[in-house]
């Protein structure tokens, strides 16, 4: 029961972008919903409309102006995330610093002048060369096929309101680490909102260190969400995906202005869903360096292996469709990833793990509440294989059943000694003996499956809101 309440979860959090879909009217700077704003940005005339706001945990950059200026307001507003972002990345970088630069010089005749103003403008205020900076908009290519992101459109008679869903799963890399803060890369995760002096204007769910390049959807409903694919079918000379999802979100306003647009330059291996929210209607572009090709829900190859035709629904994992796209693919990916993914959300497949940062997103449960009329709840887990907590109607907090796992905490005293003496073993206390209003460290054990964890210190701080029975009628 308990892993169906969970996988019901999950599905819930996945949807977040096809609410923001559904809500483009409200994208346009409008600084009077501003809850919070952490930032003074009042001190230089280069950051005149921009801010950093945060809801609900979600940071969102609002940038304005000419490209230029919207460079400098991220570089200057996001500054440390950005320099931790960009050392974690570096990292594990299958390439040198100096093949990156000459990655950056092979396409940079290719990029349109304001992309690279807008670069000039975050490595002014990031206090780093043009290079370093501009080396972080090539990164893709780097790390191509190696996300295994995917992504499903959903319209008309296939939704019951006829409107256009769109969604995307990011499924990055969550282990990347900066060296210099411990911080993980993932938690480098934003809305940011761009209204730039040429162009429509966006929000691009994606990091501060490759503005844009994750995709979003602009003022006109035009939506763009990828996957990667890797095909040996592959080029450097061309414009990076990411710079053309920015074109096309500054530039299209109609479906065929977005594929003509993305289609206009190729690199490797991606399958971009493109979408019109207005018409409503959405294909997918399989590319790679010679190869284009615009598919539609009713393609007869979309019942390939492993796809079935779907009334007015188009979606992709990591692989291509049409023959002739698919016949370049190299034969590492794995083809089964979205029918997992959709085995998993139908509870048949339990070994998928997939997306649940979204849950610490209150405002997108917020909007899913709102929108669908049903109940978003949260649940814990970690990578290593424990999910065991979840949220009651009483929304208090989390529950953790005995059955699931022997449950502990470190009170925040015993970290304390442990801190001024590395070799002091803290004492746990068990969760059914701690007190009311103890904040620690969660400890488990767990005896599941192939990865049993015994007095496992998971690093997670918590508070033990209550003991004895919760008001649901639940321990
Ligand atoms: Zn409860």
């Given at each position: 029961?308990?892993?169906?309440?969970?996988?019901?979860?999950?599905?819930?959090?996945?949807?977040?972008?096809?609410?923001?879909?559904?809500?483009?009217?409200?994208?346009?700077?409008?600084?009077?919903?501003?809850?919070?704003?952490?930032?003074?940005?009042?001190?230089?005339?280069?950051?005149?409309?921009?801010?950093?706001?945060?809801?609900?945990?979600?940071?969102?950059?609002?940038?304005?102006?000419?490209?230029?200026?919207?460079?400098?307001?991220?570089?200057?507003?996001?500054?440390?995330?950005?320099?931790?972002?960009?050392?974690?990345?570096?990292?594990?970088?299958?390439?040198?610093?100096?093949?990156?630069?000459?990655?950056?010089?092979?396409?940079?005749?290719?990029?349109?002048?304001?992309?690279?103003?807008?670069?000039?403008?975050?490595?002014?205020?990031?206090?780093?060369?043009?290079?370093?900076?501009?080396?972080?908009?090539?990164?893709?290519?780097?790390?191509?096929?190696?996300?295994?992101?995917?992504?499903?459109?959903?319209?008309?008679?296939?939704?019951?309101?006829?409107?256009?869903?769109?969604?995307?799963?990011?499924?990055?890399?969550?282990?990347?680490?900066?060296?210099?803060?411990?911080?993980?890369?993932?938690?480098?995760?934003?809305?940011?909102?761009?209204?730039?002096?040429?162009?429509?204007?966006?929000?691009?769910?994606?990091?501060?260190?490759?503005?844009?390049?994750?995709?979003?959807?602009?003022?006109?409903?035009?939506?763009?969400?990828?996957?990667?694919?890797?095909?040996?079918?592959?080029?450097?000379?061309?414009?990076?995906?990411?710079?053309?999802?920015?074109?096309?979100?500054?530039?299209?306003?109609?479906?065929?202005?977005?594929?003509?647009?993305?289609?206009?330059?190729?690199?490797?291996?991606?399958?971009?869903?493109?979408?019109?929210?207005?018409?409503?209607?959405?294909?997918?572009?399989?590319?790679?360096?010679?190869?284009?090709?615009?598919?539609?829900?009713?393609?007869?190859?979309?019942?390939?292996?492993?796809?079935?035709?779907?009334?007015?629904?188009?979606?992709?994992?990591?692989?291509?469709?049409?023959?002739?796209?698919?016949?370049?693919?190299?034969?590492?990916?794995?083809?089964?990833?979205?029918?997992?993914?959709?085995?998993?959300?139908?509870?048949?497949?339990?070994?998928?793990?997939?997306?649940?940062?979204?849950?610490?997103?209150?405002?997108?449960?917020?909007?899913?509440?709102?929108?669908?009329?049903?109940?978003?709840?949260?649940?814990?887990?970690?990578?290593?294989?424990?999910?065991?907590?979840?949220?009651?109607?009483?929304?208090?907090?989390?529950?953790?059943?005995?059955?699931?796992?022997?449950?502990?905490?470190i009170p925040?005293k015993e970290l304390e000694k442990e801190e001024k003496d590395p070799s002091y073993i803290p004492e746990a206390?068990?969760?059914?003996?701690?007190?009311?209003?103890?904040?620690?460290e969660?400890?488990?054990?767990?005896?599941?499956?192939?990865?049993?964890?015994?007095?496992?210190r998971?690093?997670?701080?918590?508070?033990?809101?209550?003991?004895?029975?919760?008001?649901?009628?639940?321990?």
């Amino acid at each position: 029961m308990l892993s169906n309440f969970l996988k019901k979860i999950q599905v819930i959090g996945i949807i977040f972008l096809l609410i923001l879909v559904i809500d483009v009217s409200s994208i346009k700077g409008d600084n009077d919903n501003s809850i919070d704003v952490i930032l003074d940005v009042s001190t230089s005339s280069q950051l005149n409309g921009g801010w950093v706001e945060e809801r609900d945990g979600v940071t969102i950059i609002h940038l304005n102006g000419s490209h230029y200026q919207m460079g400098f307001q991220l570089g200057t507003l996001l500054k440390k995330d950005y320099l931790s972002s960009r050392r974690a990345w570096l990292s594990i970088l299958p390439l040198t610093y100096d093949e990156m630069v000459d990655l950056w010089y092979n396409v940079s005749d290719l990029i349109p002048q304001q992309y690279k103003d807008e670069i000039q403008g975050r490595a002014d205020a990031l206090d780093l060369t043009f290079e370093e900076t501009a080396i972080m908009d090539v990164i893709g290519i780097a790390f191509h096929g190696n996300l295994n992101c995917c992504g499903l459109a959903a319209w008309g008679p296939s939704t019951e309101d006829y409107k256009l869903y769109h969604f995307r799963s990011c499924d990055g890399l969550l282990d990347i680490i900066d060296p210099v803060t411990g911080k993980y890369a993932s938690d480098d995760q934003l809305l940011i909102v761009r209204n730039p002096d040429e162009g429509y204007s966006s929000v691009v769910i994606g990091l501060s260190i490759e503005v844009g390049a994750e995709g979003g959807f602009n003022e006109h409903g035009i939506g763009i969400g990828y996957s990667s694919v890797k095909t040996s079918d592959v080029t450097s000379n061309g414009i990076p995906c990411g710079i053309r999802k920015r074109m096309l979100l500054e530039q299209a306003s109609t479906l065929d202005q977005a594929v003509d647009i993305y289609s206009s330059s190729s690199t490797m291996g991606w399958n971009q869903i493109i979408s019109d929210a207005k018409i409503p209607k959405a294909v997918v572009i399989e590319q790679s360096a010679n190869y284009n090709r615009v598919c539609n829900w009713n393609d007869s190859f979309e019942n390939n292996y492993p796809s079935w035709i779907m009334d007015h629904i188009i979606r992709r994992g990591n692989f291509f469709l049409d023959p002739v796209s698919a016949g370049f693919e190299e034969d590492i990916y794995e083809k089964s990833r979205f029918i997992r993914y959709i085995l998993y959300c139908m509870g048949f497949d339990t070994e998928y793990y997939y997306f649940s940062r979204i849950m610490h997103y209150k405002v997108m449960s917020k909007a899913i509440e709102d929108k669908w009329g049903i109940e978003a709840f949260d649940g814990f887990a970690f990578t290593e294989g424990f999910s065991g907590g979840h949220e009651c109607p009483e929304h208090n907090g989390m529950h953790f059943p005995n059955e699931n796992a022997i449950m502990e905490i470190i009170p925040n005293k015993e970290l304390e000694k442990e801190e001024k003496d590395p070799s002091y073993i803290p004492e746990a206390v068990l969760f059914s003996e701690a007190e009311k209003g103890m904040t620690g460290e969660m400890v488990i054990t767990d005896f599941k499956e192939a990865l049993p964890m015994i007095r496992y210190r998971v690093r997670d701080s918590i508070k033990i809101v209550t003991t004895g029975e919760c008001s649901c009628g639940e321990e």
